[in-house]
């Protein structure tokens, strides 16, 4: 069964510190592995997607990275900021079907 | 701009009540999909459609059904609604106009849906 799993399910830091959010799948024939944020009430906004043949993508002050071997991905999140605060999905696409993972919840305090 | 809307934004019915609920999208995406939301499982997959008068289950599709009768549309349909299918619901289109792995999914905003 194609499994998503994300650690930790929720996370607390400092405003300006970096972290990293950890995402790992069980079946590594995927396609991609897309990282989208979530915020109360809303849908879903697309961050970064990584291909299954690269090896990370960034877009500012995020940073994916794929291990398609290990079968794991991290988001690192430079600088955080309060407005980062958000729940953070990994999905990994197998065949234009995206399997989700449960989340991150993040809250950066000011 | 292209968009993808979904209505009811919230809903509440009885258990048993036949429900329909819209995904209208305007990118004119090939694939449409639909989506629960519940607390400890992220989002699951429903029902999806890559394309007019196509439509295939998903990993938790008793109860619902879809049709495909344009580009535009997916609406979900909850025969007899249940207690446990209380969640919320999302909408999503992706074209796959390039090579397999390349698109990323449009989401609706959500329809909140309460099963009394």
């Known amino acids: 069964k194609q499994e998503v799993t994300q650690i930790p399910a929720a996370l607390s830091v400092p405003e300006g510190e970096n972290l990293v959010l950890n995402c790992s799948f069980t079946d590594s024939a995927i396609y991609n592995l897309q990282w989208f944020r979530q915020d109360p009430g809303k849908g879903l906004t697309s961050l970064l997607l990584i291909q299954s043949s690269q090896r990370e993508q960034t877009s500012g002050r995020l940073n994916a990275s794929l291990d398609k071997s290990s079968g794991r991905s991290t988001l690192y999140i430079a600088a955080s900021q309060p407005g980062d605060s958000a729940t953070y999905l990994c999905a990994v696409e197998y065949g234009n079907k995206l399997v989700f993972g449960a989340g991150t919840i993040l809250r950066v305090k000011s | 701009d292209a968009e993808i809307t979904q209505s009811p934004r919230h809903k509440i019915t009885e258990t048993g009540r036949q429900v329909t609920l819209a995904c209208h999208q305007t990118?004119?995406?090939?694939?449409m999909f639909w989506y629960r939301q519940d607390l400890g499982h992220g989002l699951r997959l429903i029902h999806y459609s890559y394309g007019v008068q196509d439509t295939n289950k998903g990993e938790v599709s008793d109860g619902y059904s879809v049709s495909r009768s344009n580009t535009e549309d997916l609406p979900l349909t909850l025969e007899s609604a249940a207690s446990s299918q209380t969640s919320v619901y999302f909408c999503a289109s992706s074209g796959s106009y390039g090579e397999i792995g390349t698109d990323t999914q449009y989401f609706g905003p959500g329809t909140r849906l309460t099963v009394l």
């Open positions: 990118w004119n995406h090939n694939n």
